[in-house]
């Protein structure tokens, strides 16, 4: 039976930190593409990664009590090898979920896990690795996929995720853990099918690269902090399986594997620096490339705005010009009708004043012949 030794362990937390590096550098930025497609969610993106995050350390810590809870009670040495195992293997498997860097895609999976791990020890192959002590691992699993269900129940009503939780169920009874191992397919066919295929381009990850590099470190310091654990189980390991086998046979088989996965972890470190100036420069690319983009459409935005505000000009313009004819004819026809009144009215009056000279005169006229004829008969 092929275990997790030490250094592979160690291996894979190295390979998982530039896979978390890279992936940062590949996906969406403030809200999960994925997320996008599920409707009535009531997380943020940053609100759902936190919460996987502690139920990491959850997972951990409630694998890691129930199996030293065995390990405790029993005298046989194959349940307490199994136990071992069970911690030993199931959660790296749960942080490969957690370190998928779309919140929703690492929901899925470590949601699957835990069907699957719950199903492997209440029915399918594990049902009866523990003996008296089967009881504590079900339970366990049965509370873990509990607190699980409590983080959908929160991330968005069930009538909205259910298709996804039906998927999920169906995929993990296809799908079933058949060993201590735990080696199991990924969920993405289910993602697949539930959302749709995502496709991402670097330059909508440019938001999103502070955000992801904080989540690079809480995961570092999680597999940091598990790591002393992980060398305390594989010690223990090692020495119920070296009881009744050939110790030197053991060793160098042992030894054997650390050295192939100290030159593995060699390798990665040496060409990690290299990647990181890689994915640098390409990240900076990008970034130009779609300034570049941005800045030639608004330049032709500004075009396009400023021929349309010219047609409008010049529509307005021609408008205002109508306008002015239009009331330069109207001020013309009044001030000729102006005018004829004005005549008109001259007209009148000075009919008026001549027959009122005529009449003074005529006044005068016959003033002056009684005057005369009185005078005369005076005299």
């Known amino acids: 039976m092929k275990l997790m030794s030490l250094n592979s362990f160690f291996l894979m937390i190295v390979s998982f930190s530039a896979t978390i590096l890279f992936s940062t550098c590949t996906t969406t930025s403030t809200e999960s593409g994925m997320m996008e497609k599920i409707e009535g969610v009531n997380m943020t993106r940053t609100e759902l990664s936190i919460r996987l995050n502690e139920f990491g350390k959850y997972f951990a810590g ?7 809870e065995i390990i405790k009670k029993s005298d046989d040495r194959k349940i307490k090898i199994n136990a071992l195992e069970w911690k030993i293997n199931v959660i790296p498997r749960a942080f490969e979920s957690l370190v998928i860097i779309d919140p929703l895609a690492a929901g899925i999976d470590i949601t699957a896990l835990c069907v699957q791990m719950e199903e492997f020890f209440t029915t399918g192959y594990g049902k009866d690795l523990f003996g008296d002590y089967q009881y504590i691992v079900v339970e366990a699993s049965q509370e873990i996929l509990s607190e699980m269900e ?11 995720r259910l298709g996804i939780i039906n998927k999920i169920n169906e995929w993990a009874k296809a799908n079933p853990i058949t060993s201590l191992q735990f080696n199991r397919r990924s969920t993405f066919e289910i993602m697949a099918k539930t959302l749709g295929e995502q496709n991402y381009t670097l330059g909508e990850s440019v938001g999103s690269i502070a955000e992801g590099i904080y989540d690079i470190r809480k995961q570092i310091t999680t597999y940091t902090d598990f790591m002393p654990k992980s ?22 088989g042992n030894f054997n594997r650390v ?11 040496e060409e990690t620096p290299l990647l990181m100036e890689n994915i640098q420069q390409s990240s ?3 970034i130009n490339r779609q300034i570049s983009f941005t800045l030639s459409t608004l330049i032709n935005e500004r075009r396009i705005l400023v021929d349309k505000i010219m047609d409008e000009r010049m529509i307005v313009l021609n408008d205002i010009y109508q306008q002015r004819i239009e009331t330069l004819e109207r001020i013309d026809k009044l001030a000729d009708k102006t005018i004829n009144q004005s005549s008109l009215i001259a007209t009148d009056l000075i009919d008026k004043i001549f027959l009122r000279l005529v009449i003074l005169l005529a006044v005068v006229y016959i003033v002056g012949i009684v005057t005369l004829k009185l005078m005369r008969k005076k005299a």
């Open 284 to 286: 900076f690319e990008e």
């Open 62 to 68: 409630k694998v890691e009590e129930a199996a030293d």
């Open 259 to 269: 050295v192939d996965a100290t030159e593995r972890i060699t390798k990665v470190v």
């Open 150 to 160: 409590k983080i959908g129940e929160d991330f968005s009503d069930r009538e909205y």
């Open 231 to 252: 060398v305390k189980w594989q010690a223990q390991l090692t020495s119920y399986e070296l009881l009744g086998d050939s110790t030197v046979e053991k060793s160098f």
